[in-house]
């Protein structure tokens, strides 16, 4: 295992190394100037502006840009923001909570989603609860999180007036109120995320486990006499989670990505909202880093994803 984990690392750091080049030059040759406010302010002396970017590196070629870059990164300097005139790696900090806290609930409650609705419908084919469990499932998914978050909005904000539609990372409480005003706020942006999610796990858990289900050798974990309850959770949804490990897996990076759009639409304090009001800004040193992580995300579970294989199949070899 420890073999198979090195080697892979060796892999991907080539990987990682050519995605932040290519990431680095696309940005690079983009149109825009993080200084096109001091160039159009007639307050700023010309020669100041130069003489930042003269500073910063930014007239220098884009080879040795991103050689300084790839440097300063090694040593653990994610460089300097132009909008926030701060440190990115102090900025990224700052909105990492938040992001970890709503994305992480949502994931999780995908999975509590998916999984036993998944199984119960691979148990009971074309029942009932099957045809309204896959009904709901595809309606899920196929509704993009912008427009089921405008939903959310509009029923539970401003007709019912039950959740605040507007994410406030400051709140004025101490103690068990503090807790209370944080998972008020986040239910929305959480169950946008997460019934997204979960619909489209709910699929792909209903498909593995059908397939697995009729093997032979679950007939024959019946027939020796274990009950329905262990039979389904020891013998059919263990192995018919493989497929489903690489789907989540894939889809942790992912959600970063689908929570850009959510986090704006409850302006949620986040690393998505970060990224846009970046771009927007023409930050590149912010959207390097953003991008290089998320990438670095990419990899990293793919990685996961292949040793957990091995727990839950013990067929599966490492070499």
Aim: hydrophobic share 55%; aromatic share 12%; glycine share 6%.
């Amino acid at each position: 295992m420890s073999k198979y984990v090195i080697r892979r690392i060796a892999i991907a750091v080539p990987a990682l190394l050519g995605i932040s080049l290519v990431l680095f030059t696309v940005l690079a040759l983009a149109p825009g100037d993080p200084f096109e406010e001091l160039v159009t302010n007639p307050n700023v002396p010309p020669e100041v502006t130069a003489r930042l970017r003269a500073q910063l590196g930014l007239d220098d070629p884009v080879a040795v840009r991103y050689v300084r870059w790839l440097g300063a990164m090694l040593q653990g300097e994610w460089g300097f923001s132009f909008a926030s005139r701060m440190d990115v790696d102090q900025l990224i900090l700052q909105r990492l909570p938040t992001t970890l806290w709503v994305l992480g609930a949502a994931q999780l409650l995908g999975i509590l989603v998916a999984l036993p609705i998944g199984t119960l419908s691979a148990m009971r084919p074309y029942s009932v609860f099957d045809q309204v469990a896959t009904t709901l499932a595809f309606i899920g998914f196929s509704l993009p999180t912008f427009f089921t978050g405008l939903l959310f909005i509009l029923l539970f904000s401003i007709w019912l007036d039950w959740l605040p539609f507007i994410y406030q990372a400051d709140i004025g409480a101490t103690g068990w109120r503090w807790y209370w005003e944080h998972l008020r706020q986040a239910i929305m942006p959480i169950a946008v995320l997460g019934l997204f999610q979960g619909a489209a796990l709910t699929r792909f858990v209903r498909s593995a486990v059908l397939d697995v289900i009729r093997l032979e050798y679950v007939n024959t974990a019946r027939a020796k006499g274990l009950s329905e309850r262990v039979t389904i959770v020891k013998h059919v949804v263990r192995n018919a989670l493989i497929p489903v490990v690489t789907l989540v897996a894939l889809q942790v990076p992912a959600i970063f990505t689908g929570a850009v759009i959510t986090e704006q639409i409850f302006r949620v304090p986040g690393i998505g909202s970060l990224l846009i009001a970046s771009i927007l800004a023409n930050d590149t040193p912010v959207v390097m880093a953003i991008t290089f992580v998320f990438s670095c995300l990419v990899v990293t579970f793919n990685l996961v994803a292949d040793v957990l294989y091995g727990w839950l199949d013990p067929r599966i070899s490492y070499r």
